[in-house]
T-cell receptor, first 116, second 110 residues
């Protein structure tokens, strides 16, 4: 069971370039999300989705775009990369709903992005 | 003010010590509390899960929640070098959107 798979693991971009971070999960989780992790800031929610065709903004959505065409995949697009987007990005998924255990997130290994 | 405050450390202890990690929060609606452990260059993994107030024990790890004080703790007994990691507290009022603390870096020296 692969869990949550993120690609690429590392990426270097120049300012203004665009790219897509891929995320796939094989646990049939309805909920998927993207976080960025910066020193001293913890994990901050960028975008999330509660099912195919449904997405919403998190705490820091500016400069990022998402779509959810299938249950398994939740790509994160950087529209025009900026040095402030240098970070480690994590995709996470869980079952949807509000009951105990439904909000336990399973994380991918992360994608380390540097914008020059 | 952040919704969840966590001392970033680093916290350095000798092997065998008892470790106490803490978070405070301001949102009284939080009722699900979690601790994640993150090894260097890896994704966070769930370590402990608690609903509402009280204690939960799992081996060398004990999680405590005091909702009246808006304070949660993670205790590690007989700490080992393999416990060296970043520990993130996370909490939620309902549903899937978790709010994370900044993480505390723990180093256990052999």
């Amino acid at each position: 069971n692969a869990g949550v798979t993120q690609t690429p693991k590392f990426q270097v971009l120049k300012t203004g370039q665009s790219m897509t971070l891929q995320c796939a999960q094989d646990m049939n989780h309805e909920y998927m999300s993207w976080y960025r992790q910066d020193p001293g800031m913890g994990l901050r929610l960028i975008h999330y989705s509660v099912g195919a065709g449904i997405t919403d903004q998190g705490e820091v959505p500016n400069g990022y775009n998402v779509s959810r065409s299938t249950t398994e995949d939740f790509p994160l697009r950087l529209l025009s990369a900026a040095p402030s987007q240098t970070s480690v990005y994590f995709c996470a998924s869980s079952y949807s709903g509000g009951g105990p255990g439904a909000n336990v997130l399973t994380f991918g290994a992360g994608s380390r992005l540097t914008v020059l | 003010q952040k919704e969840v405050e966590q001392d970033p450390g680093p916290l350095s202890v000798p092997e065998g010590a008892i470790v106490s990690l803490n978070c405070t929060y301001s949102n009284s609606a939080f009722q699900y509390f979690m601790w994640y452990r993150q090894y260097s260059r890896k994704g966070p993994e769930l370590l402990m899960y608690t609903y509402s107030s009280g204690n939960k024990e799992d081996g060398r790890f004990t999680a405590q929640v005091d909702k009246s004080s808006k304070y949660i703790s993670l205790f590690i007994r007989d700490s080992q070098p393999s416990d060296s990691a970043t520990y993130l507290c996370a909490m939620s009022p309902y549903g899937n959107k978790l709010v994370f603390g900044a993480g505390t870096i723990l180093r256990v020296k052999s």
